[in-house]
């Protein structure tokens, strides 16, 4: 989709419809707020007359279109919600509620008026980049096996008006930053889409290997050979039991500052999750596709880190398997050893995801002596059951590590909610043949248990584990209670939040 700022007026009648927004309404009487005299002018009084009717409130994702009286489109009003909740997710969600609302309606071109999004607590530029969220992210679509499709909105315009015509080269800045953010996240929604048949291990290194040229990266890709060597027992174990053979690709990315801290980002890429000797139920299992997910948004995150030219070396590591049952699979009871000589007594074959990573940190914390170390992994169901659909779980050992993904979790809507790590759950991961196991006995504090089996592979590096198993997709039946710009399917969860951490920093 097309987006672009336009210091003209929104209601100018350049757009099929112009869209703007306003706050939720008390109970009392109250008369058409200042904000809105523009669009009841646009409407020969028609918006006084529904508000007078109360028919119009302001609810959050209330959406209210008018045809105008002169013929010059339509004007689309979408509720913010409660005024002392307006900030920047309330506009994101507008904003993907309103071009959501125009699919299949004949809308090619729509236009946001800037001044009724912004507000006490979201000044212009973060208006306009929550605006371009909304739209390009709520108007996503997976479309690679469909024949046809409903026309939707094409291109989308932050109109900027009397009110904010002078910001213009300051916003038209922020937006190009915000849109080159964004192809990243929508680059990566479709290569978590892609099915397990096409997106096999060897599929992912191809993408990195694409990434790399397009951004003058670096890319190293093991290949089931170079892993024994490394004697990466962990990746080799899950994948064993698939004709299509593991790997782990690094994609290095130098940094836009001279000098300045190296973050790697590690992400599980299990292509397809059957939990291998230790079978899923069969329900759902359609959804495993999506067990790649950190994989796939480590490497979204390294190629926005190198289109937007952030300061920090970032180092992008996925750990690719698939994970099936076959006479050649790895099994309960077996021990495997990893990169770094700890080993690991598998007692299920379904908690495979902290197997691979096992290899993959260590190995980045050998090789690179990153100063950070995040990793990103649909881990646990546990996360689920304790989170649920919309938030990921942060556990981190390092406060201002902690802090800065926290704040960063908030500026790009992507909730995050730090949990505590002790040596409870350090203890219940202590194996009585290995150095850990990849499950416990009590099916209790599983995000934590398996946080603290990712943890005796960072050693003293400051490190955050994200489990964004609830957050990492959108099915039927989780769409109606996730944000409106997460579009059935991938997510890409997390991307925004690390890449605006890379950026901004700790706090």
């Avoid at 071009?99 to 009724?116: D, E, H």
Wanted: charged content about 25%; hydrophobic content about 40%.
């Amino acid at each position: 989709m097309k987006f672009a700022v336009d210091r003209r007026d929104a209601l100018a009648g350049s757009v099929d419809v112009a869209v703007s927004a306003f706050t939720e309404r008390g109970e009392k009487d109250e008369p058409l707020p200042r904000l809105l005299v523009k669009e009841d002018e646009a409407l020969d009084g028609l918006l006084t007359a529904a508000w007078k009717r109360r028919e119009i409130k302001g609810r959050k994702a209330e959406i209210t279109v008018f045809h105008r009286p002169d013929g010059r489109g339509r004007l689309l009003l979408v509720g913010l919600g409660a005024k002392a909740t307006h900030d920047a997710e309330a506009v994101r969600r507008a904003a993907a509620s309103a071009v959501k609302a125009l699919k299949g309606r004949g809308a090619r071109t729509i236009g946001f008026r800037l001044a009724t999004f912004t507000g006490e607590g979201v000044p212009t530029e973060t208006a306009t980049r929550a605006i371009a969220d909304g739209t390009l992210l709520g108007a996503y679509e997976f479309l690679r096996y469909r024949a046809t499709a409903e026309a939707g909105v094409e291109e989308g315009t932050v109109f900027l008006g009397e009110e904010h015509g002078r910001e213009e080269a300051a916003l038209r800045r922020a937006l190009d930053q915000e849109l080159t953010l964004l192809d990243s996240v929508i680059w990566t929604r479709d290569l978590i889409n892609l099915p397990a048949d096409t997106a096999t291990p060897e599929r992912l290194a191809e993408e990195a290997r694409h990434v790399a040229k397009e951004y003058g990266l670096k890319v190293t890709v093991f290949d089931e050979k170079k892993l024994e060597e490394l004697h990466c027992g962990g990746i080799l174990a899950v994948g064993s039991g698939s004709i299509h053979p593991p790997r782990m690709v690094i994609v290095e990315y130098g940094g836009g500052a001279r000098s300045g801290k190296t973050v790697a980002v590690v992400g599980k890429g299990i292509t397809f999750d059957s939990g291998g000797i230790s079978i899923k139920p069969a329900l759902a299992m359609q959804e495993m596709k999506f067990d790649k997910s950190g994989a796939c948004v480590a490497l979204g995150i390294v190629r926005a880190a190198a289109a937007l030219k952030l300061p920090p070396k970032v180092i992008a590591v996925m750990a690719c398997a698939e994970n099936l049952p076959s006479g050649s699979s790895y099994r309960p009871g077996d021990v495997v050893r990893t990169y770094n000589g700890k080993t690991i007594e598998v007692l299920n074959t379904d908690a495979e995801g902290r197997v691979v990573l096992a290899d993959a940190l260590g190995y980045v914390v050998d090789k690179y002596h990153p100063d950070e170390v995040i990793d990103l992994a649909t881990l646990t169901g546990a996360e689920v059951v304790a989170l649920g659909d919309d938030t990921g779980a942060l556990i981190a050992t390092d406060e201002k590590l902690a802090k800065g993904l926290l704040s960063a979790s908030a500026i790009t809507g992507e909730p995050l909610w730090r949990m505590p790590l002790t040596d409870f759950h350090r203890e219940l991961v202590k194996s009585d043949i290995a150095d850990v196991r990849n499950h416990t006995e009590l099916s209790v504090a599983g995000v934590l248990t398996a946080s603290a089996f990712l943890e005796t592979f960072v050693g003293k590096t400051a490190w955050a584990h994200l489990d964004i198993a609830g957050p990492s997709y959108t099915t039927p039946s989780t769409r109606k209670y996730q944000p409106p710009y997460q579009s059935i399917g991938a997510t890409a969860f997390g991307l925004r939040a690390v890449t605006t951490y890379l950026r901004d920093g700790s706090p």
